[in-house]
């Protein structure tokens, strides 16, 4: 079955520091990935995602992630954090092996230290 | 407006009461979906509906019931509460178009005493 690893529960990391959260997956066919965010007391966002094309996805606030298929890797980086990039970080595949559907990460709490 | 409405936010019940969650969607979207979120557990899919006439259920079905009343709105309904039902419930629309891609309402609170 098709499943996500996120490594980290929790990543501290002091601001303006560059980060990196790490998302794993198991899947034997074409993938489809995405990564959440959820900031406190909020619904999920979409931050971004990679459905084809170039392996490496930006977000708008400065986010980005790259598809390694050989590793089956899609981890999430920031290059200098700030104090409003707090927040539950949720990374999702969908493939053919689950119909599409999304399976989720349990979740990586970023928390950054002043 | 948001595209995704829940009602109600917040909701403190008793054990043994019967609860509706409801949702609402304005993106058009066939595919809705009901998840619960506890603390370190992530998501987890309780029902799902690709159409107004499909319904399946999830990996936590079990003390849950769904009705798609049109392709706008997506019930939960928890028959009869207990306390282990405590957690946030978010709704998700999807359009199987965009790769499954899921938009979330903000989410309610439900607390069982």
């Known amino acids: 079955a098709q499943s996500v690893t996120q490594l980290d529960s929790q990543v501290p990391v002091f601001e303006e520091a560059p980060v990196e959260l790490r998302c794993n997956y198991s899947s034997s066919v074409s993938v489809y990935l995405f990564w959440y965010v959820q900031y406190p007391n909020q619904g999920l966002q979409l931050l971004l995602k990679y459905l084809s094309g170039s392996t490496l996805v930006e977000s708008i606030n400065g986010f980005e992630a790259e598809f390694n298929k050989s590793q089956t890797s899609f981890h999430l980086r920031k290059p200098s954090v700030h104090i409003s990039d707090t927040a539950e970080y949720f990374c999702a595949v969908s493939s053919m092996d689950s119909n599409y559907q999304l399976i989720w990460g349990a979740g990586t709490k970023l928390i950054i230290k002043p | 407006d948001a595209d995704v409405t829940q009602t109600p936010r917040n909701r403190i019940t008793k054990t043994g009461k019967r609860i509706m969650l409801e949702c609402s969607q304005t993106k058009g979207h066939d595919r809705m979906y009901w998840y619960r979120q506890d603390p370190g557990l992530g998501l987890q899919l309780i029902y799902y509906?690709?159409?107004?006439?499909?319904?399946n259920k999830g990996e936590i079905s079990d003390g849950y019931s769904v009705s798609r009343q049109a392709q706008a709105k997506f019930s939960l309904s928890l028959e009869s509460a207990i306390p282990n039902q405590t957690a946030l419930y978010f709704c998700?629309?999807?359009?199987?178009?965009?790769?499954?891609?899921?938009?979330f309402g903000p989410g309610t609170r439900l607390t069982v005493l």
């Open positions: 509906s690709f159409d107004v006439k499909d319904i």
């Open positions: 998700a629309t999807s359009d199987v178009g965009q790769a499954d891609t899921q938009y």
